[in-house]
C-alpha cells in the first residue's frame, strides 16, 4: 500500500501551488535583516525589555503615593464572660475609610524620582544589550560569510589539486612522467582535504552562532541550518577619527547613561532615607458602622462619618534611619567609582576597536599586493615548468601559495569588518556616522577599492592553465 501510494504524494506535491512550496523554502537574510530578527527574538533583548515593563510597574506603584487610598475593615467577634455582666457579647465595627497623604517628609516623592530613574535606567541598559547583540549578529554574519568563502576555496582548490592528479596518473601511464609527480600529486590533495573538512566544521558553527542570537530552536537530528545568508564578504573602506569617536562614545554609550542614573538614584534614596526623621500626616475621611456594647450608653447599633488627621513622628528609632542614611552614602561613592571605571573601559574599546580597524587596513593592502604577487609566481613557475626549468613541486608550493594568501585577505576583510562594527558599538554609533575621510573621497575611488578588494579567492582552473 505504500508502494502505491508514495506515486500519488508525489503527484500531490508537484501540483500544489507555488506559495504553498514556499512555506517549505528556507528564509534567506541579509544583514539588516538579520540585525532586525535579532532584535526582535534575541533572548536578552526580550529580558532586557520585560524588565523595562516591570520598572514602569514599580513606577505606579510610587505614584500611588500622590493619590487617595480607599480601604475597608471589618470587625466582629462574641465574648464569653465568667460572671454575669450588662455589658453586650456581641461586637463588631464596620469602616469604609478615605485617606490622603499630606505630608511624608519628602518620601514620595523621592519614591517616583527613583521609579522614573529606574526606568531611564533600564531602558539605557536595553538600548546597551541591543546594540551588543548587533554587534555579534554582524561580527557572526560576517564570520558565516568568511567560512562559506573558505568553503568554496578549498573545494575549488581540492577539484584542482585532484584533477592534477589524474592528468598525472595519465602521464604515468603514457610514460611522459615519472612516479614522484604523482606521489607529490596525492600529497598535495591529501594535505588540502583537512583544511576543507576544517572550513565546513567552522561554516557549520558560524550557522549555530547565528541562530543562537536569532534565538532560534534548532531540531534535533537537523542537517541543513534553519535559515540563509545572502551577500558576499566585502571591504567598505571607512575612515574614523579616534578624537571624534571618543567624544561620541562619552556622550551616546547608554552603558554611561545608565550609571549616571546609578549616582542620581543613590542621592534620591539618600533623601527617602533621611525622610524617616521627619514627621507623616495623613487626612482621612470616612462612613462607619459600629456597635456599642454598654447598653446604658445607647443602643446597639450605631453609624456616622468620621474625618481627622493622622500624624506619626518616629522620635528615635535605635539609628535605623543613621544606618540606612550612611549606606546610601557608601553606595553613592561606589556608582561614582563605577561610573568612572565605565568611561575608562568605553575609551578602552574604542581605542582597541580603533586599532584592530587600522591593523586590519594595513594588512588588507598588504594582502591584495601579496595576492597579486602569488599570482605572478604561480604564473611563472607553471611557465619554467613547461620549459623543463623547474619541477612540479614548485607549481604545487605556489599553487598553495596562492590559496593561503587569498584566504589570508578574506581573512583581513573579516578583521577590517569586525573592528568597524566593534567600534560602532563602542561609539554607540552607526558604521555610516563614523566614516568621517569620506567627505574628502571620491565615490568613485571607493567604489573601485571596494570592487578589488571584494572578489571572492579562488584557485586558478587548472595547474597547467597558463
Same mark, same amino acid.
Given at each position: 500500500?505504500?508502494?502505491?501510494?508514495?506515486?500519488?504524494?508525489?503527484?500531490?506535491?508537484?501540483?500544489?501551488?507555488?506559495?504553498?512550496?514556499?512555506?517549505?523554502?528556507?528564509?534567506?537574510?541579509?544583514?539588516?535583516?538579520?540585525?532586525?530578527?535579532?532584535?526582535?527574538?534575541?533572548?536578552?533583548?526580550?529580558?532586557?525589555?520585560?524588565?523595562?515593563?516591570?520598572?514602569?510597574?514599580?513606577?505606579?506603584?510610587?505614584?500611588?503615593?500622590?493619590?487617595?487610598?480607599?480601604?475597608?475593615?471589618?470587625?466582629?467577634?462574641?465574648?464569653?464572660?465568667?460572671?454575669?455582666?450588662?455589658?453586650?457579647?456581641?461586637?463588631?465595627?464596620?469602616?469604609?475609610?478615605?485617606?490622603?497623604?499630606?505630608?511624608?517628609?519628602?518620601?514620595?516623592?523621592?519614591?517616583?524620582?527613583?521609579?522614573?530613574?529606574?526606568?531611564?535606567?533600564?531602558?539605557?541598559?536595553?538600548?546597551?544589550?541591543?546594540?551588543?547583540?548587533?554587534?555579534?549578529?554582524?561580527?557572526?554574519?560576517?564570520?558565516?560569510?568568511?567560512?562559506?568563502?573558505?568553503?568554496?576555496?578549498?573545494?575549488?582548490?581540492?577539484?584542482?589539486?585532484?584533477?592534477?592528479?589524474?592528468?598525472?596518473?595519465?602521464?604515468?601511464?603514457?610514460?611522459?612522467?615519472?612516479?614522484?609527480?604523482?606521489?607529490?600529486?596525492?600529497?598535495?590533495?591529501?594535505?588540502?582535504?583537512?583544511?576543507?573538512?576544517?572550513?565546513?566544521?567552522?561554516?557549520?558553527?558560524?550557522?549555530?552562532?547565528?541562530?543562537?542570537?536569532?534565538?532560534?530552536?534548532?531540531?534535533?537530528?537537523?542537517?541543513?541550518?534553519?535559515?540563509?545568508?545572502?551577500?558576499?564578504?566585502?571591504?567598505?573602506?571607512?575612515? =574614523?577619527?579616534?578624537?571624534?569617536?571618543?567624544?561620541?562614545?562619552?556622550?551616546?554609550?547608554?552603558?554611561?547613561?545608565?550609571?549616571?542614573?546609578?549616582?542620581?538614584?543613590?542621592? &534620591?534614596?539618600?533623601?527617602?532615607?533621611?525622610?524617616?526623621? &521627619?514627621?507623616?500626616?495623613?487626612?482621612?475621611?470616612?462612613?462607619?458602622?459600629?456597635?456599642?456594647?454598654? =447598653?446604658?450608653?445607647?443602643?446597639?447599633?450605631?453609624?456616622?462619618?468620621?474625618?481627622?488627621?493622622?500624624?506619626?513622628?518616629?522620635?528615635?528609632?535605635?539609628?535605623?534611619?543613621?544606618?540606612?542614611?550612611?549606606? +546610601?552614602?557608601?553606595?553613592?561613592?561606589?556608582?561614582?567609582?563605577?561610573?568612572?571605571?565605565?568611561?575608562?573601559?568605553?575609551?578602552?574599546?574604542?581605542?582597541?576597536?580603533?586599532?584592530?580597524?587600522?591593523?586590519?587596513?594595513?594588512?588588507?593592502?598588504?594582502? +591584495?599586493?601579496?595576492?597579486?604577487?602569488?599570482?605572478?609566481?604561480?604564473?611563472?613557475?607553471?611557465?619554467?615548468?613547461?620549459?623543463?626549468?623547474?619541477?612540479?613541486?614548485?607549481?604545487?608550493?605556489?599553487?598553495?601559495?596562492?590559496?593561503?594568501?587569498?584566504?589570508?585577505?578574506?581573512?583581513?576583510?573579516?578583521?577590517?569588518?569586525?573592528?568597524?562594527?566593534?567600534?560602532?558599538?563602542?561609539?554607540?554609533?552607526?558604521?555610516?556616522?563614523?566614516?568621517?575621510?569620506?567627505?574628502?573621497?571620491?565615490?568613485?575611488?571607493?567604489?573601485?577599492?571596494?570592487?578589488?578588494?571584494?572578489?571572492?579567492?579562488?584557485?586558478?582552473?587548472?595547474?597547467?592553465?597558463?
Amino acid at each position: 500500500m505504500r508502494l502505491k501510494f508514495a506515486p500519488i504524494g508525489m503527484l500531490i506535491i508537484a501540483a500544489l501551488p507555488a506559495s504553498s512550496k514556499s512555506l517549505w523554502a528556507v528564509p534567506v537574510y541579509s544583514i539588516e535583516q538579520a540585525v532586525a530578527l535579532a532584535q526582535e527574538r534575541n533572548p536578552e533583548i526580550l529580558i532586557a525589555r520585560k524588565k523595562v515593563l516591570a520598572a514602569r510597574g514599580s513606577f505606579v506603584e510610587a505614584r500611588s503615593g500622590f493619590l487617595p487610598s480607599l480601604a475597608s475593615t471589618g470587625l466582629y467577634d462574641k465574648r464569653q464572660t465568667q460572671s454575669e455582666t450588662n455589658l453586650r457579647q456581641e461586637d463588631y465595627n464596620v469602616i469604609l475609610r478615605l485617606e490622603q497623604n499630606l505630608y511624608t517628609g519628602g518620601a514620595v516623592t523621592s519614591q517616583v524620582a527613583i521609579a522614573q530613574l529606574n526606568i531611564d535606567k533600564a531602558n539605557y541598559e536595553l538600548q546597551e544589550i541591543v546594540n551588543r547583540v548587533t554587534m555579534d549578529v554582524r561580527i557572526a554574519f560576517n564570520e558565516l560569510l568568511l567560512n562559506r568563502a573558505k568553503v568554496r576555496v578549498r573545494e575549488d582548490s581540492v577539484r584542482v589539486l585532484d584533477e592534477e592528479l589524474k592528468n598525472q596518473q595519465e602521464r604515468l601511464n603514457a610514460g611522459i612522467a615519472s612516479k614522484l609527480n604523482v606521489e607529490r600529486a596525492e600529497v598535495a590533495m591529501a594535505n588540502e582535504r583537512p583544511e576543507l573538512f576544517n572550513a565546513q566544521t567552522e561554516l557549520k558553527n558560524s550557522y549555530l552562532r547565528l541562530a543562537e542570537l536569532f534565538g532560534t530552536d534548532l531540531r534535533p537530528g537537523a542537517q541543513a541550518p534553519p535559515f540563509e545568508i545572502s551577500g558576499e564578504l566585502q571591504y567598505r573602506p571607512n575612515h =574614523p577619527d579616534l578624537i571624534d569617536c571618543l567624544a561620541r562614545a562619552d556622550v551616546n554609550r547608554p552603558v554611561i547613561k545608565a550609571r549616571q542614573k546609578d549616582i542620581e538614584i543613590e542621592d &534620591r534614596q539618600y533623601v527617602l532615607d533621611r525622610s524617616a526623621l &521627619r514627621p507623616h500626616v495623613r487626612a482621612f475621611s470616612g462612613y462607619e458602622v459600629y456597635s456599642e456594647r454598654d =447598653p446604658d450608653v445607647g443602643p446597639e447599633f450605631n453609624y456616622g462619618g468620621v474625618v481627622g488627621i493622622n500624624a506619626t513622628w518616629n522620635i528615635f528609632d535605635g539609628f535605623a534611619t543613621k544606618g540606612r542614611m550612611q549606606a +546610601t552614602r557608601a553606595r553613592r561613592e561606589a556608582a561614582v567609582h563605577a561610573l568612572a571605571a565605565a568611561r575608562r573601559s568605553v575609551a578602552s574599546e574604542v581605542r582597541s576597536a580603533f586599532f584592530d580597524l587600522k591593523q586590519a587596513g594595513r594588512v588588507l593592502e598588504t594582502e +591584495t599586493k601579496n595576492v597579486q604577487t602569488a599570482d605572478e609566481a604561480l604564473e611563472m613557475a607553471k611557465g619554467n615548468f613547461a620549459a623543463g626549468l623547474s619541477t612540479q613541486l614548485d607549481v604545487l608550493q605556489a599553487a598553495s601559495d596562492v590559496t593561503r594568501t587569498r584566504t589570508t585577505r578574506l581573512s583581513a576583510i573579516y578583521l577590517h569588518n569586525v573592528a568597524l562594527a566593534r567600534l560602532a558599538h563602542a561609539c554607540a554609533s552607526s558604521t555610516e556616522d563614523l566614516d568621517f575621510g569620506s567627505k574628502i573621497k571620491s565615490a568613485k575611488r571607493d567604489n573601485d577599492k571596494a570592487t578589488q578588494a571584494a572578489d571572492v579567492a579562488r584557485p586558478p582552473e587548472k595547474l597547467s592553465q597558463r
